[in-house]
T-cell receptor
Framework: EAGVTQSPTHLIKTRGQQATLRCSPI?????VYWYQQALGLGLQFLLWYDEGEERNRGNFPPRFSGRQFPNYSSELNVNALELEDSALYLC???????????FGNGTRLTVT | AQRVTQPEKLLSVFKGAPVELKCNYSYSGSPELFWYVQYSRQRLQLLLRHISRESIKGFTADLNKGETSFHLKKPFAQEEDSAMYYC???????????FGTGTSLTVIP
């Protein structure tokens, strides 16, 4: 089975710009999660989508937003980029409640 | 509040020595606990989950509700075990996963 795919692999933006990151879950998975992996901070939960709805969000400002499409793929948008937004953004999908997460390779966002 | 704590950022052991990666969690309900591993240049992947009670690549982890711990153990470390290990907790509601900050394990040949 194809795994979780994320695009682009790398993204370089300047401060104040907007970034859009994309994720395609494993076929059949309806839940998509977004995590930020900043150096030394582990994985910080950003957003959880299931069946097209935002189910939960982590402790991040509103300029971090996203959506899930009818085909269960997802977008993460980060507006008004700040230098500290530079991180690896991981997407994961899962099949059902309490099922393990399957991760993509991530998008490396660099804000200059 | 930090739900999952991994007290060691870095851990080095010699090949063949036992290894234990510590994980403590804070949750009063019935948790679902996982260990994920990230090898160099590979994606984060599931290593094991407590509910399956299986041994993967020689690793085991026992849930100790009294000590709220889920330590990962292996009796004889191998060089290929060198990786980043994350402990994760899934709560009963919200299907939200909380991850620890990770432990980087280096197995010295």
């Amino acid at each position: 089975e194809a795994g979780v795919t994320q695009s682009p692999t790398h993204l370089i933006k300047t401060r104040g710009q907007q970034a859009t990151l994309r994720c395609s879950p494993i076929s059949g998975h309806t839940s998509v999660y977004w995590y930020q992996q900043a150096l030394g901070l582990g994985l910080q939960f950003l957003l959880w989508y299931d069946e097209g709805e935002e189910r939960n969000r982590g402790n991040f400002p509103p300029r971090f937003s996203g959506r899930q499409f009818p085909n269960y793929s997802s977008e993460l948008n980060v507006n008004a980029l700040e230098l500290e937004d530079s991180a690896l953004y991981l997407c994961a999908s899962s099949l059902e409640f309490h099922s393990p997460l399957h991760f993509g390779n991530g998008t490396r966002l660099t804000v200059t | 509040a930090q739900r999952v704590t991994q007290p060691e950022k870095l851990l080095s052991v010699f090949k063949g020595a036992p290894v234990e990666l510590k994980c403590n969690y804070s949750y009063s309900g019935s948790p679902e606990l996982f260990w994920y591993v990230q090898y160099s240049r590979q994606r984060l992947q599931l290593l094991l989950r407590h509910i399956s009670r299986e041994s993967i690549k020689g690793f085991t982890a026992d849930l100790n509700k009294g000590e709220t711990s889920f330590h990962l153990k292996k009796p004889f470390a191998q060089e290929e075990d060198s990786a980043m290990y994350y402990c994760a907790l899934s709560l009963g509601t919200g299907n939200q996963f909380y991850f620890g900050t990770g432990t980087s394990l280096t197995v010295i040949p």
